[in-house]
């Protein structure tokens, strides 16, 4: 089967950029003596969580609690969730997933520690729990060292958990700063006999780089695996190392500089990148998709000398491709215009 014989639109996945992207990664970590801890959330499947172990990965990383049941399921058995789990339904969830694979979770307050320690309270079999620090990303996380050494205290002081260290999602771009926050919480913590056995950062941006923060012992990056203009725009590799694309077919060329596709939101996602458009078209690299109605992607044509007619086939490079690969039921892996599988995404819509 090749490209030609799928209907659109369709979720294209080259596997040859899939595996340099991997090695570049790895190979990267394991010249900085890195460990690295892959994202699951931007492929969700078993069969490249294994890749990523394979290749040198000490374990996977999940967002939510529905990927690592997923993944466990599939037998990887190393996971770090680095999501606040709150309520009783969650956290029953969580202890029978403890019982089946090695599992840390992270916390950023007091709720959420005391919700582990009520639910864990085995000594013998305790949950390890980072700190999650907010370094400058202004999400979730401890505001400073200081209140990252008490959670910690609290951690240690629950019979059923074990502190394993820091955990951030760092500013893209400020790795200087990141490492000075990180270098002060773990001086605190050694000073107050907690040293993290673990200091874990992350994001795609920063992964080339993320030796400069020599406190982390840890990275997480989850978009490299297949890279999207996001993170081209953002400085992190370029356009020949997107290994996912979106097939899609021109169905309508109602006026002499517009093209419509039959890829909208529902497929490509409506993220923006600091690009302008909806996402790159290979075929038509000066085409702008100016806008997205659920099955519609609007193209600008104006810029494009040639320009294609209703029937033809385009492959577009998303803005932000987790969220393209959340949407699809199925994706296509191929070697060069074959189509060597068609898989279920694994962990898709597992956003609970
Ligand atoms: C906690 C955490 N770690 C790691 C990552 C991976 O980041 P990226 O996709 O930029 O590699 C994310 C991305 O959302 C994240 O939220």
Redesign the pocket.
């Known amino acids: 089967m090749r490209t030609a014989d799928l209907d659109t639109p369709a979720v294209l996945v080259d596997l040859d950029r899939v595996e340099r992207n991997l090695r570049r990664a790895q190979d990267y970590a394991d010249r900085h003596g890195i460990r690295l801890r892959?994202?699951i959330?931007?492929h969700k499947l078993v069969r490249f969580a294994r890749r990523q172990l394979r290749l040198g990965a000490v374990g996977i990383?999940c967002?939510k609690l529905g990927e690592a049941e997923c993944m466990a399921g599939g037998g990887i058995d190393d996971i770090l969730v680095?999501?606040d789990l709150v309520g009783p339904i969650k956290l029953r969830r969580l202890a029978a997933l403890h019982e089946r694979v090695r599992i840390a979770v992270?916390a950023d307050g007091e709720a959420v520690v005391e919700g582990y320690a009520t639910t864990f309270r085995d000594p013998g079999r305790p949950l390890e729990v980072l700190v999650?620090c907010d370094t400058g990303a202004g999400?979730c996380g401890v505001q400073t060292p200081a209140e990252a050494v008490a959670l910690a205290r609290r951690i240690a002081a629950a019979p059923g958990l074990r502190f394993g260290g820091l955990?951030?999602?760092q500013p893209?771009a400020r790795r200087r700063e990141t490492d000075a926050w990180l270098a002060e919480a773990r001086e605190r913590l050694e000073a107050a006999g907690l040293p993290p056995a673990t200091v874990?950062?992350?994001?795609?941006?920063d992964?080339l780089r993320a030796a400069e923060i020599t406190t982390a012992t840890e990275y997480?990056?989850?978009?490299?695996i297949y890279s999207d203009r996001m993170?081209v725009a953002w400085g992190?590799g370029s356009l020949e190392d997107c290994a996912l694309t979106v097939l899609a077919t021109v169905v309508s060329r109602p006026t002499a500089t517009r093209a419509v596709l039959d890829a909208g939101s529902k497929v490509l996602a409506a993220d923006t990148a600091p690009v302008p458009g909806h996402g790159h078209v290979l075929e038509y690299p000066e085409a702008v998709i100016t806008a997205l109605s659920e099955e519609h992607a609007v193209v600008d044509l104006a810029a494009c000398e040639r320009r294609p007619a209703v029937g033809d086939r385009v492959r577009v490079i998303p803005n932000h491709v987790?969220v393209v690969v959340n949407l699809a039921d199925r994706v296509h892996l191929l070697r060069g215009d074959r189509v060597e599988e068609t898989v279920p995404v694994d962990a898709r819509g597992r956003v609970t």
């Open positions: 892959p994202h959330k931007t990383t967002q680095t999501y992270v999650e999400r955990m951030t999602f893209r874990s950062a992350g994001g795609t941006p992964l997480r990056p989850g978009t490299y993170q992190h987790c």
